[in-house]
């Protein structure tokens, strides 16, 4: 080969190796910056996060930040969220992540927390935004960057005490002793459905309300029992060898300071299983609420389904499903309306003919789902100060 020549191959080889190293060294260039970013947004558990900045930092300056280094820095996770627009052309962010705490922990409220939290992402958008929490049931909704924000459609959230009202509600306390009468017993062995009473005793008469046997008698519907009358002539114990006719004294006595009172005229107890109103002429008892609380989760999304939906739905459609489903629900045409009620569960719905509804919760009625949350924002009336079953035994007659 001439010298020439060699010169010209010793300068091929010369450019390719340039190109190697150039290519080699941009790939780890490539690399280096591939691996700061994960670096810097790849947490312990591999997953996507952002670098964690403390509060105090991200408060003075938000500007600085992202959206996702705030609220991580408030320890949020789970941050999605996007920048669009309404059907009126308003430009708002929605953001979905998972809050710390929920609104309160135990009774500790967590206003200061969602305080900061709103305060200084305000300080970052400047548009309408909404921070949505749906394992915790949080929708804060900010108008504008003054910090002015709602909680679950309810301002000043935090002076409204319904969330702490649900959650720390403690019904009235039971006793618990034995049940003495044995037509008692046959009843509440039954779970006070009328197709399986077996009480071997004669039937004297019924009509449209009782089934009357000797000395006493027993409300019904189609399917359920709903309470007992042993008149004054019924001679076996009822109750803790209480009869009919036993004095308030002796009661007070074995049973303790009462549950309920009406005056002189009658004093109640509330047992685990039963409700026991007692007279100087009479007996009266009642199944216990808390049989009903497995169906409450159907019942309640059905009411909130109503609720949420009330302008399409049909008022008589869901009136007969209620009636039909849950036959302690009973139904009243009101003067602008119909009022469902069941004093067993404890609750009472209001269907307006202009589609409002109103739904009051008593304190035998224990909130299981959806219709919990309505009642953590103030859209249910909670008369926690009144036992259902005592108020209807108060107007039974």
Request: a negative charge; proline letters at 2%.
């Amino acid at each position: 080969m001439s010298k020439i020549a060699q010169k010209i191959d010793r300068k091929r080889k010369l450019i390719v190796v340039l190109i190697i190293v150039c290519v080699a060294l941009g790939v780890i260039l490539c690399l280096l910056h591939a691996y700061n970013t994960i670096k810097k947004y790849t947490g312990s558990d591999n997953k996507f996060t952002v670098k964690v900045y403390s509060p105090s930092e991200v408060e003075i300056s938000p500007s600085k930040y992202t959206i996702e280094e705030i609220l991580t820095s408030f320890e949020c996770t789970n941050i999605k969220y996007e920048f669009i627009k309404n059907k009126d052309e308003e430009r708002y962010y929605i953001v979905n992540l998972s809050f710390k705490y929920n609104l309160y922990e135990g009774e500790e409220s967590k206003k200061q927390y969602f305080d900061t939290i709103v305060k200084t992402i305000s300080k970052k958008i400047q548009y309408p935004y909404e921070l949505i929490d749906n394992e915790k049931s949080i929708d804060i909704y900010v108008d504008d960057g003054n910090g002015i924000y709602t909680i679950n459609g309810i301002e000043d959230f935090y002076k409204n005490n319904s969330y702490v009202k649900v959650n720390n509600h403690k019904e009235i306390p039971s006793i618990k002793y034995s049940k003495d009468s044995s037509d008692m017993a046959i009843i509440v062995a039954s779970n006070w459905q009328r197709d399986k009473l077996n009480l071997d005793k004669e039937i004297k008469d019924i009509d449209e309300e009782y089934i009357y046997y000797d000395n006493f008698k027993v409300n019904y519907n189609d399917i359920k029992l709903n309470y007992i009358v042993f008149e004054s002539e019924y001679d076996d114990v009822i109750y803790e060898d209480i009869k009919v006719g036993t004095d308030f004294k002796t009661i007070k006595n074995k049973l303790g300071n009462p549950t309920f009172k009406d005056g002189n005229r009658m004093i109640g107890y509330k047992d685990q299983d039963l409700y026991l109103f007692f007279y100087k002429d009479k007996v009266v008892v009642y199944p216990s609420s808390r049989d009903f609380r497995n169906e409450n989760y159907d019942l309640e999304n059905k009411i909130v389904d109503y609720y949420n939906n009330s302008e399409e739905k049909e008022q008589s459609l869901f009136v007969k499903d209620i009636i039909e489903t849950y036959r302690d629900f009973s139904s009243e045409i009101t003067e602008d309306g119909v009022k469902l009620s069941s004093y067993t569960r404890g609750i009472d719905i209001y269907l307006y003919d202009d589609g409002d509804i109103k739904i009051i919760i008593y304190d035998n009625y224990t909130l299981v789902s959806d219709l919990k949350v309505l009642a953590e924002t103030n859209r249910v009336n909670l008369n926690y100060e009144t036992d259902s079953i005592y108020l209807y035994e108060l107007n039974r007659e």
